[in-house]
């Protein structure tokens, strides 16, 4: 337990705003954990990159996270976590988590399944392990080659139509965001389809507090929230319109 010691420092990653939507889940769920989010906002998107292209860009911004002297970094890049997490891995000592589309209680649902991910991540051997391992057989992927590009540009002011016109034109019984740019466009997303959505946010942010061994952790929130790389500016209106909105929602 860290009650009482020093708080720890987790770096949270991703290309650019996507990985904003799970920074916040961890913010809400450990609320004594100071967080970096480190991100590489002027090369969105990385989801036409090769394993090869990836490792070269995340490289970069792994030394940097391990200068900060990490408790954890987590991935929150489908598309980084699905091509070279291993890589990571094997190169740093502290931990490392990703994050991976939420095929499983997708297809525990039953009925069509559509699973909406980066081409990067839908070309990689760990997505094509995912299926299999799920059987998700009645699963349609789709490789949106655009749509985090788009989210990453007009967050500040996302358009209905923008959005769905980059949306695959396919009824689902339950739609997979496979990319955590996705999730935030998930209300358009969730209204396109007219189904239930999954993805892997909560889940991960589950594993953290498993990782740093940290389940009674109540209190203000994170002491520090810090963001470096890329677009710190947009990066921070995008983290402060979430908890704006979440105040809306519980006064
Ligand atoms: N947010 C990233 C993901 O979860 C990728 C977005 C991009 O293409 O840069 O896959």
Redesign the pocket.
């Known amino acids: 337990m860290v009650n009482n010691v020093q708080n720890p420092s987790v770096c949270v990653f991703?290309?650019?705003?996507?990985?904003i939507s799970l920074l916040f889940e961890c913010v809400r769920k450990l609320p004594r954990v100071d967080f970096t989010y480190f991100a590489d906002n002027f090369?969105?998107?990385?989801?036409?990159?090769s394993r090869e292209e990836l490792i070269c860009r995340v490289d970069e911004v792994f030394e940097e996270i391990a200068k900060t002297n990490p408790a954890a970094a987590v991935v929150?890049?489908?598309?980084?976590?699905?091509q070279c997490i291993d890589f990571l891995r094997n190169k740093y000592e502290f931990p490392i988590l990703g994050?991976q589309p939420a095929v499983k209680p997708a297809v525990e649902c039953g009925g069509k399944c559509l699973v909406l991910?980066?081409p990067?991540?839908v070309k990689s051997e760990a997505f094509k392990n995912l299926l299999e391992k799920y059987s998700a057989s009645k699963t349609r992927v789709v490789a949106c080659e655009k749509l985090?590009?788009y989210i990453?540009q007009n967050i500040l002011n996302l358009s209905k139509e923008g959005v769905e016109s980059l949306l695959p034109k396919y009824g689902a019984d339950t739609v997979v965001l496979?990319?955590?740019?996705?999730v935030l466009a998930e209300k358009i997303i969730q209204s396109y389809y007219n189904c239930p959505v999954f993805d892997g946010i909560s889940g991960t942010a589950d594993h953290l507090k498993e990782v740093l061994g940290i389940f009674d952790h109540h209190g203000q929130r994170a002491q520090k929230i810090a963001f470096s790389g890329g677009d710190t500016y947009k990066n921070r209106k995008v983290f402060n319109n979430l908890l704006r909105s979440e105040e809306v929602l519980n006064p």
Request: negative net charge; hydrophobic residues 25%.
């Open positions: 991703d290309s650019g705003i996507g990985g090369r969105v998107p990385y989801g036409n990159l929150a890049c489908n598309t980084v976590t699905a994050i991910a980066t990067s991540t985090a590009y990453e496979g990319c955590t740019h996705y």
